[in-house]
């Protein structure tokens, strides 16, 4: 299926391709996991076919956002919230700008944006009070009574 994706995107067939591709990355993800090079190499695809729809259908344009907003997810999910953040900000204005802040595309783009600062928050937390266990753990590590033992002076 990522080969015929690719086939239709040099085509000019976005939206099949875009389609497809996501369907062949949502089974990779399934199956094989994240970090697989299968995996990748869908989700490079897909930024492919969305930088083609962008310079083709307009970066407003209804194939375009959606593709931006399922590839910030799949961003968001691999903990890179970095690239999620812009994608989703993309996204959440564009659907924003065309269809208005009460419409669902706009809403859901908000709500999935709105998680993943959530996730990233909640993660970042999460590896401040492991850092903070590890250092506290390092400092009890002296003779076991919770007090480093202390230097010999002459």
């Not at 690239?83 to 065309?98: P, V």
């Not at 928050?121 to 753990?137: A, F, I, L, P, Y």
């Amino acid at each position: 299926m990522n080969n015929l994706a690719t086939v239709l995107a040099r085509q000019g067939k976005y939206e099949a391709a875009e389609e497809m591709l996501q369907q062949t990355l949502t089974g990779r993800r399934k199956v094989l996991g994240m970090e697989h090079p299968d995996t990748l190499n869908s989700m490079n695809n897909l930024a492919v076919v969305l930088e083609k729809q962008e310079k083709n259908a307009g970066m407003e344009h209804p194939d375009t956002l959606q593709s931006v907003h399922n590839l910030a997810y799949v961003c968001g999910c691999r903990s890179q919230y970095d690239d999620a953040e812009k994608l989703f900000q993309r996204a959440c204005s564009g659907w924003e700008k065309i269809l208005g802040p009460d419409h669902p595309n706009t809403e859901i783009a908000f709500k999935s944006y709105s998680a993943m600062r959530t996730e990233r928050d909640d993660e970042r937390k999460r590896q401040s009070q492991n850092d903070r266990k590890g250092s506290q753990e390092g400092a009890n590590a002296g003779d076991g009574d919770g007090h480093g033992e202390q230097a010999e002076q002459h």
